[in-house]
């Protein structure tokens, strides 16, 4: 059993090579999906080992023994393991539901300021135009979803660069990537090694606009100059949005536009590594599940209700 536990925790640490490496491999929607799921699934293993653990150290003290009505001591590992385990786990919980905390809280506020701006500001359809000097633009998810962008952000680009910029964020919208960036910012608080796999997940996401922004205005090259661009002259620029509200100037931009200046990725059978990922993600679920029916197995035995 507490071998099982611990599986999700490590094999985690292999998931940012492994979805580095995806992303490179795969096209970039499909890549986005892969990556996050996951990371969820990874995600939500970790958390349940840990909360296993905690568990696990409640009912060696023999208070919660007696609320369990264990009538027979819970054979587990020895308790120079288990103890600081468990310990150990309830310092990780902690920390995790605190940053967890704290960024909800922050994202919130960040999304009731960016909308607000965005009512503000005059509208055409679903495009906002907020009237500042710095340049900037983003996809805003919520009812209806917005595209946000300046005056300084506008005054940039010529009129075909912004029907680009526009149909790269209007690609965020319809894909739905806010949940995709949700998702990850809420497993990057659940295991450390989730972190770098955030920004690949934020990576594919814009590649994934990306490369529908080009499909929409026909033209590839366009499409990496008004990145560039918009790039180029919004680096300095960081608005009060939120971190799953998706903009143009996220991630490593030369090498997004290095993809769009060369040939748009094929549909193939899926590479390698994308089966190791999900092959990874997959052993994370069962040494999980396995290890949590384990150990409600061991507590119905020490409860009487089943025989070891």
């Not at 359809?125 to 005056?151: K, M």
């Not at 929409?216 to 990145?227: M, N, P, Q, S, Y």
Request: proline share 6%.
């Amino acid at each position: 059993m507490t071998v099982l536990l611990l599986l999700p925790l490590v094999l985690t640490f292999a998931l940012p090579a492994l979805a580095r490496r995806t992303a490179d491999r795969l096209a970039p929607a499909a890549a986005l999906w892969l990556i996050t799921v996951s990371a969820v699934v990874c995600a939500g293993c970790s958390l349940a080992a840990l909360g296993a653990f905690v568990l696990i150290g409640l009912l060696k003290v023999s208070l919660f023994a007696t609320l369990g009505e264990l009538v027979h001591p819970l054979r587990t590992a020895s308790d120079l393991f288990v103890v600081p385990a468990a310990a150990t786990s309830v310092g990780v919980l902690a920390v995790c539901a605190w940053t967890l905390a704290r960024s909800v809280c922050r994202q919130t506020r960040a999304f009731r300021a960016a909308r607000s701006e965005a009512g503000r500001g005059p509208a055409a359809g679903d495009l906002c135009v907020v009237d500042s000097p710095h340049p900037d633009a983003y996809a805003l998810p919520g009812r209806p979803h917005r595209i946000v962008v300046t005056t300084g952000m506008l005054r940039s680009l010529d009129a075909a660069e912004r029907e680009a910029l526009f149909a790269h964020e209007r690609a965020h919208n319809q894909g739905g990537h806010h949940y995709f960036l949700a998702a990850a910012e809420l497993a990057a608080h659940c295991h450390p090694a989730l972190r770098p796999v955030r920004e690949t997940i934020r990576l594919a996401a814009e590649r994934a606009a990306d490369e529908a922004a080009a499909d929409a205005v026909g033209d590839r090259r366009l499409t990496a100059r008004a990145i560039a661009r918009a790039a180029l002259v919004g680096q300095a620029a960081r608005g009060d949005r939120p971190d799953f509200a998706p903009a143009v100037t996220t991630g490593p931009v030369p090498q997004r536009v290095q993809a769009l200046l060369t040939a748009p990725r094929r549909a193939a059978a899926p590479s390698w590594i994308a089966l190791v990922l999900v092959a990874c993600a997959g052993l994370s679920f069962a040494a999980s599940a396995t290890g949590v029916i384990d150990f409600h197995h061991r507590v119905e035995v020490a409860q009487g209700e089943e025989r070891g």
